[in-house]
């Protein structure tokens, strides 16, 4: 086989499939608009000795804010259910994210640290990108959760309840964003390091 051969071959394979490419790029917007305008709310309101600047924040005030913040939601909510929906019926979860060896995520962090850390096969997730879009899958059903149960915690207190209540909830819900603002930039920078994954998830092959 030429190398032209087995470079048609390999750029003609699907890696992302349409669903998964238009379900990432709508979640990463909708993330951004949440996130943005979340900050703004908290501003209303903080929960530690700090406030984020009115200049990376969005809505301007309190009111635009949760006009954004609650648009932005059901976007997320949708795009998100369409996505674990077909994730778990396709099977693609089972297939990229398990299972997950912890001896192998230990390996494998130690290979990133030390930049040794294989990327020459994109249509398989390394045990580190497992654990991270796992935790993150997860991260965003409970922020979906905790947000629910702050902002209806008369309607949804089965769910206010499984949190501890209000108070706790709050937490919880600040502390999925800070941990998936560490994923966004982790993820983003991954993305720019290794271009060739990027064009993957807006061309598929
Ligand atoms: C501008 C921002 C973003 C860029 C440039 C980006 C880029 C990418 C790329 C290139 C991949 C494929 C990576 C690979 O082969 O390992 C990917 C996958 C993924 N990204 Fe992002 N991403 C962004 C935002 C986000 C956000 C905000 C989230 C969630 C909070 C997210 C969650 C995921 C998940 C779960 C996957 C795996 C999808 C699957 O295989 O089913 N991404 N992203």
Redesign the pocket.
């Given at each position: 086989m030429t190398a032209e051969t087995i470079a048609a071959t390999t750029s003609s394979v699907t890696i992302?499939p349409g669903w998964?490419r238009v379900c990432?790029w709508i979640?990463?917007l909708a993330?951004l608009a949440m996130i943005g305008s979340g900050w703004q709310i908290y501003d209303a309101s903080p929960l530690f000795d700090f406030e984020f600047p009115r200049s990376i924040a969005l809505g301007n005030w309190l009111g635009g804010a949760l006009l954004w913040h609650f648009a932005a939601m059901w976007v997320l909510v949708v795009n998100g259910l369409v996505y674990v929906t077909l994730?778990l019926v396709t099977g693609?979860f089972r297939r990229?994210l398990l299972p997950i060896y912890p001896s192998q995520v230990i390996a494998d962090v130690k290979a990133a640290l030390t930049f040794k850390l294989a990327h020459d096969d994109?249509s398989h997730?390394n045990a580190v990108?497992k654990v991270l879009?796992t935790g993150?899958?997860i991260t965003?059903v409970l922020i979906v959760a905790s947000g629910l149960s702050i902002w209806k915690p008369v309607q949804f207190q089965e769910i206010t309840a499984f949190f501890g209540g209000y108070d706790i909830a709050r937490y919880v819900h600040f502390f999925a964003m800070a941990a998936?603002v560490a994923?966004?930039v982790v993820?983003?920078a991954l993305?720019l390091i290794v271009p060739r994954?990027?064009r993957?998830?807006v061309t598929g092959r």
């Open positions: 992302h998964v990432h979640n990463a993330i994730g693609r990229k994109l997730y990108q879009y993150i899958i965003g998936i994923f966004f993820h983003v993305a994954s990027l993957a998830m």
